[in-house]
């Protein structure tokens, strides 16, 4: 196996202002804080100061995310459609081919993560990649229906604290939202992450930098991250900032 070379960039999230965000990215972060004002209605937690774990979790990331596309269902004027957690299938492998959406860097640093989750891992015939929220124009994968212009903004959500034992799975999510935006032209990809320390975050994403590699390129400008660190604190807008070390 090749000797892994570290990037001789520093990469690390930088708070933005959410005016320079698109009016997708603006009103599902202003959705979220409104859910955060209301946590409550997503789920019946013993002690809000508990750490969310467990089946609890996924009960609560579920919960999230239908409230989410609810929420912005009744908000939208416009011919757009809003998925929560169950959207469109996303083929990394052969059944791809036809529409061009099969690329075999992503598929192979996707079966390279898989098998540092599981070192059993051999691989599947068809990998399928589901997004747990997206907003878009088009249910087609045809190419000229993809652009900028009808893929608005799609999402992966981590409702449990990654742990660096569990840094892996953050790599699995970061690599699919890449592929989101390089291969099915979204406009913007959102990682909302809610009980896992910025500086964990910080080093997950330069550990990902150091070992995968892969990016979307230049368009990772178009990667947020929606950070909430605890319960009570308030969601946060980020994107990633390189610098030389």
Request: proline content about 2%; charged content about 30%; some cysteine.
């Amino acid at each position: 196996m090749a000797k892994t070379t570290k990037t001789k960039y520093k990469y690390e999230l930088a708070e933005v202002r959410l005016k320079a965000a698109n009016s997708f990215l603006r009103k599902a972060f202003k959705t979220i804080c409104e859910i955060h004002n209301n946590v409550q209605c997503i789920c019946e937690l013993k002690d809000k100061d508990e750490n969310i774990d467990g089946s609890t979790s996924q009960i609560y990331e579920r919960n999230y995310i239908i409230n989410l596309a609810s929420r912005l269902s009744s908000k939208k004027k416009t011919k757009e459609y809003i998925n929560g957690e169950v959207a469109k299938m996303l083929h990394l492998t052969q059944d791809a081919q036809e529409h061009n959406l099969q690329d075999k860097r992503y598929l192979n640093k996707y079966i390279e993560i898989k098998k540092k989750i599981n070192k059993k891992y051999i691989g599947e015939k068809q990998i399928y990649v589901f997004p747990d929220f997206l907003i878009h124009d088009s249910l087609s994968f045809e190419p000229d229906k993809m652009n900028r212009e009808t893929q608005h903004l799609i999402m992966e959500a981590k409702t449990t604290k990654i742990t660096n034992t569990k840094k892996v799975y953050f790599w699995l999510d970061f690599l699919k939202l890449n592929f989101y935006i390089e291969k099915l032209k979204f406009d913007n990809a959102v990682y909302f992450i809610l009980g896992t320390p910025l500086s964990s975050i910080n080093t997950y994403i330069q550990t990902y930098m150091d070992k995968i590699v892969l990016t979307c390129g230049e368009d990772i400008n178009r990667l947020f991250f929606i950070v909430q660190e605890t319960l009570e604190s308030e969601p946060e807008l980020y994107i990633i900032k390189r610098t030389p070390k």
